[in-house]
């Protein structure tokens, strides 16, 4: 089955970029998403990325997919201390309608 | 506003119990689904449902069942809890009639069974 890889923690200083990254497996994934949870709340959608999109950016966030290494980022601009959460990447895996989760990314953001 | 809203947000239950957590959706969605949230092993689908009385089982379905009798509820029932189910239980529902399958999440119920 479809696997979603990231890394647990990520800490930056206010104000620098965060690059948040996420590989799967499954290539025929039509949808890519990023989800943030923060702390006590359940899961909102940040953004998401078509599987024939390259790059799409929406104010502070940028989100870049390379479908030959089957690689998803989310890179945060100027990253605020109201930008730490936890960051999930996800997809819809080509034979399924339900989504895949990575384990999630810790990013904390130091003053 | 669209919404999905989870009956409890805190729960405590004793080992033995029969534990129901309730989740109602306001956006018609024919998806609906359960998982758990566990540090370090992130979101693991336990049941889903594509349609009233209809489901099918998520990775880590042991120990558990669903309800779909109505299409904007869908429970999630533990037979007999036990400690190793204390977790956080996130609920979500997703259209089936766009491309773009989104996934709208309720505020989770963080259930401790001891």
């Known amino acids: 089955g479809e696997d979603v890889e990231q890394s647990l923690f990520l800490s930056v200083r206010e104000g620098d970029s965060s690059v948040i990254n996420c590989t799967y497996t499954?290539?025929?994934?039509?949808?890519l998403y990023w989800y943030k949870q923060e702390p006590g709340a359940g899961l909102q959608l940040l953004t998401y990325?078509?599987?024939?999109?390259d790059m799409k950016q929406d104010q502070r966030l940028t989100v870049l997919l390379n479908k030959k290494d089957k690689h998803l980022s989310l890179r945060i601009a100027d990253t605020q201390t109201g930008d730490s959460a936890i960051y999930f990447c996800?997809?819809?895996?080509?034979?399924?309608?339900?989504?895949?989760f990575g384990k999630g990314t810790k990013l904390s953001v130091k003053p | 506003d669209v919404k999905v809203t989870q009956s409890s947000r805190y729960l405590v239950k004793r080992t033995g119990e029969k534990v129901f957590l309730e989740c109602v959706q306001d956006?018609?969605?024919?998806?609906m689904f359960w998982y758990r949230q566990d540090p370090g092993l992130g979101l693991r689908l336990i049941y889903f449902?594509?349609?009233?009385?209809?489901?099918e089982k998520g990775d880590i379905p042991e120990g558990y069942s669903v309800s779909r009798e109505k299409k904007e509820r869908f429970s999630l029932i533990l037979e007999s809890a036990s400690t190793n189910q204390t977790s956080m239980y996130l609920c979500?529902?997703?259209?089936?009639?766009?491309?773009?399958?989104?996934?709208?999440f309720g505020q989770g119920t963080r259930l401790t069974v001891v």
């Open positions: 979500a529902s997703s259209s089936n009639r766009v491309v773009n399958t989104e996934a709208f």
């Open positions: 499954d290539s025929s994934s039509t949808y």
């Open positions: 449902s594509y349609d009233v009385k209809m489901k």
């Open positions: 996800a997809v819809v895996p080509g034979s399924q309608g339900n989504l895949i």
């Open positions: 956006m018609d969605h024919e998806n």
């Open positions: 990325i078509f599987s024939n999109m």
